[in-house]
């Protein structure tokens, strides 16, 4: 087995990526990016699986690719130092499904609890694409194709993570010990594993429209923070307030830092004591909302900026996908024949075989 540091993560593109996705996942690959402390990195664009749930509107589909794309190459993405590629691009990944899809029983899929929570969230329960129910296979043939051992991900995918490691396990007892067993890589900051949404929903989703969007203009983002969920009881500035499941403190232990304080609100010294005095009362949502705003302007402006460039170079933002592509498929296509040898389906290559069955017919 080799010692190589691999990673591999990805979006489905039904939509621009969003402050959950930059959190979650999209900011600790970039500080992997410029660490430089891997071998390779491949970063998937999950446009197959995206189909899964949406193949009566492959429109949404073929407009987000490019979406996503600008998303990744405007946070920082460097294609010379990772390799960003379309799914349905390569043709390996279907394959390695369907074998490793005789490893997994309908029951263990139905009780994958991501794929519980989705079915439900999506209203599937009676009426669920097989695609869809099968996506943790699809996962892991990702995963494995590339020899990922390390795949950054948001906590509510950990499930999914487990489902890879078993079918690794299974496919290296019946077969050959060739696939490796990755490991998650949850965020750092506790607040970014489920950042909520702006209504105060448990989780922001492209879905449910309640996000804060990487490409969101200045006009945007303040309208969506001026109209954040905060303490309902909290209703006026002498008031008590509760920082607890208050949006804006939340989007506050994620984002703000004691810099930010410096620069926009220097009568704090950090959040400690901004949430100390709105518990005790004296301070308006107004006030905490525009610091937000302020601390979120900051962290946009410069991805904004850099999306601009690429939107005006959308021939490059092609080419680097087409490149990523051609990339990842040669390397699925290696880990393809490793698995078609070991399951000894390599029929016409296996000369023993051909070999065995010339002598048997010929000495009838």
Do not use: C, W
């Amino acid at each position: 087995m080799s010692n190589k540091k691999i990673i591999l993560t990805g979006e489905r593109p039904t939509g621009r990526l969003h402050l959950g996705h930059f959190v979650g996942t999209l900011k600790n690959r970039i500080k992997i990016q410029e660490e430089g402390n891997y071998d390779e990195m491949y970063i998937m664009i999950a446009d197959s699986q995206a189909l899964t749930d949406n193949a009566d509107n492959p429109e949404k589909i073929r407009e987000n690719i490019i979406e996503v794309a600008l998303d990744y190459l405007s946070i920082g993405l460097d294609p010379k130092k990772v390799t960003i590629f379309l799914q349905s691009q390569v043709s390996a990944l279907t394959e390695l499904t369907f074998y490793y899809s005789n490893l997994v029983t309908v029951s263990r899929l139905q009780r994958n609890p991501t794929v519980k929570n989705e079915i439900k969230m999506k209203n599937f329960e009676a009426n669920i694409p097989a695609g869809f129910f099968t996506y943790p296979i699809s996962q892991a043939a990702d995963i494995t194709a590339f020899k990922a051992n390390i795949v950054p991900v948001g906590e509510d995918q950990l499930p999914m993570i487990e489902q890879t490691r078993e079918i690794v396990r299974s496919f290296n007892r019946i077969y050959q010990n060739i696939l490796i067993e990755p490991e998650a890589v949850l965020p750092e900051n506790k607040y970014a594993y489920r950042l909520p949404g702006i209504d105060g929903s448990a989780k922001m989703s492209k879905s449910l429209g309640n996000g804060i969007y990487l490409a969101d203009t200045k006009e945007e983002l303040k309208k969506k923070v001026m109209s954040m969920y905060t303490d309902p009881k909290h209703i006026h500035i002498e008031d008590p307030g509760n920082v607890e499941n208050n949006i804006v403190f939340i989007y506050l232990d994620v984002f703000a830092t004691n810099e930010d304080f410096k620069k926009y609100l220097p009568e704090y010294n950090n959040l400690d004591e901004l949430k100390a005095h709105y518990q005790k009362g004296g301070l308006g949502d107004v006030t905490i909302k525009k610091f937000l705003l302020q601390v979120l302007e900051n962290v946009l402006e410069p991805i904004r900026e850099k999306r601009s460039y690429f939107e005006a170079r959308i021939d490059e933002v092609y080419e680097i996908l087409k490149n990523g592509s051609e990339k990842a498929s040669q390397v699925a296509n290696k880990t393809l024949k490793e698995v078609k040898d070991a399951m000894a389906i390599n029929y016409f290559e296996d000369a023993d075989l051909i070999q065995k069955h010339k002598e048997k017919y010929e000495n009838l």
